[in-house]
């Protein structure tokens, strides 16, 4: 028997663009909901022109657009405000990511809205949040990045700043945004009344500094960047092996640091004063780093890697996408899946990774909209007829 997912039967407006919006109305499809992306008639979502491209098809847009329906309003248009009007009437989620007062310039603001649908959840996501001196400032993933603090934390000790690799701050963002529609879907069910959700991006990335922030507010001294070890544990890094790098991890505690010491064949490293407890590691992270490093770069990577995991010492290979791609846990865990449309059959989706026992695993995922694909199937719905539509068209609302 089918299982219901958890969202089912919950109708989202997805006003977004590009990137946190979109990757937010995505987890609320893959959980179950149904979306309606809205779109201008123009042109669309901006990122329909993003690179890589696969049978003329954004692979960017189809990420985080699989499944949605699309309709195209031209909110300079009254006649498009008032069909959108009509679908918040029926809508139990409002996503937008605007930047702050273009929504209440068309009457579209949460405290207008909620006069239609007082159960709406409204959730706007943008740069800054919506207050605030530079609520208006435009903001990029990049920028997030730089402003909340994760870039000085990133890169080698004494090189320049680096940003993560991925767009970290915008689908950060958009992770939380799903929290606080849950969240308020939740809310609802005991009060009945919807809720306005503002979530920054900046504000997103300041909630991820953890240890970082406890450092600077024991010391009151910015923590600069440290390469690819911890900041506090050692030893707690990446080394060389003779053919590649990989990953020591969180070796814990005395015993743990001895059967390292054990495992590698120098138990001479865990007696050596500098190094024999934790205190004295970490005041000598370098010249442990250093005496280490000298004892791995005599094997390959997948050797050290099965003789520390036979040892339950936790060790990785740093793996490329490929590798990542044939990754048995990663194919275990579904976490790569087929898409729907036909031209894209050898190209994987990255799987929703929230799992309940409730609702079945997920294996693909639908095709994303072609630009305005459902208008008249939306419209139909509204009772809006044929003629209607063409002329709705004419006159450049849809």
Not at 300 to 305: F, G, M, N
Request: charged share 20%; glycine share 6%.
């Amino acid at each position: 028997m089918t299982q219901t997912k958890p969202l089912s039967g919950v109708k989202v407006l997805d006003l977004t663009r590009v990137l946190a919006g979109p990757f937010c109305a995505q987890m609320l499809f893959d959980l179950g909901a149904d979306v309606i992306k809205i779109e201008n008639p123009a042109h669309g979502d901006d990122s329909r022109l993003f690179q890589p491209f696969k049978e003329n098809k954004s692979l960017y847009f189809e990420s985080v657009n699989g499944g949605k329906k699309s309709l195209t309003l031209n909110f300079k248009n009254p006649k498009a405000i008032d069909i959108l009007k009509q679908l918040i009437a029926k809508a139990d989620v409002l996503v937008e990511n605007f930047r702050p007062g273009i929504m209440a310039k068309f009457g579209l603001d949460y405290e207008n809205v909620k006069k239609i649908n007082p159960r709406l959840i409204y959730a706007s996501i943008s740069g800054f949040g919506q207050d605030g001196p530079d609520a208006l400032k435009p903001s990029y993933d990049i920028l997030a990045q730089a402003r909340g603090g994760i870039m000085s934390l990133t890169g080698a000790p004494d090189g320049d700043p680096m940003m993560i690799g991925v767009s970290f701050s915008d689908m950060n963002a958009g992770v939380f945004a799903v929290t606080a529609i849950t969240t308020a879907l939740y809310q609802r069910e005991k009060t009945q009344q919807g809720a306005y959700i503002d979530i920054s991006m900046l504000d997103c990335q300041v909630a991820l500094l953890e240890s970082a922030m406890m450092r600077y507010q024991a010391t009151k001294i910015p923590p600069k960047a440290v390469g690819c070890r911890h900041a506090t544990e050692t030893p707690f890094q990446s080394f060389k092996a003779s053919d590649r790098p990989f990953v020591l991890a969180a070796i814990a505690g005395e015993a743990m640091f001895q059967r390292l010491c054990q495992t590698i064949g120098h138990p001479e490293i865990g007696t050596d004063p500098r190094f024999s407890s934790i205190t004295a590691r970490h005041d000598h992270v370098e010249e442990l780093g250093s005496v280490l490093q000298d004892v791995f770069i005599t094997r390959t990577a997948a050797e050290w890697v099965a003789l520390l995991e036979e040892n339950a010492i936790p060790v990785s290979l740093i793996q490329n996408l490929e590798e990542v791609c044939r990754d048995p846990q990663v194919q275990a865990r579904h976490m790569l899946i087929d898409s729907q449309a036909p031209e894209l059959k050898d190209v994987k989706m990255i799987a929703c990774p929230i799992r309940i026992s409730s609702a079945e695993m997920q294996d693909s995922r639908p095709a994303a909209p072609a630009l305005g694909q459902n208008t008249v199937e939306i419209l139909h719905d509204l009772g809006i007829n044929d003629t209607e539509i063409a002329t709705l068209k004419e006159q450049g609302a849809i």
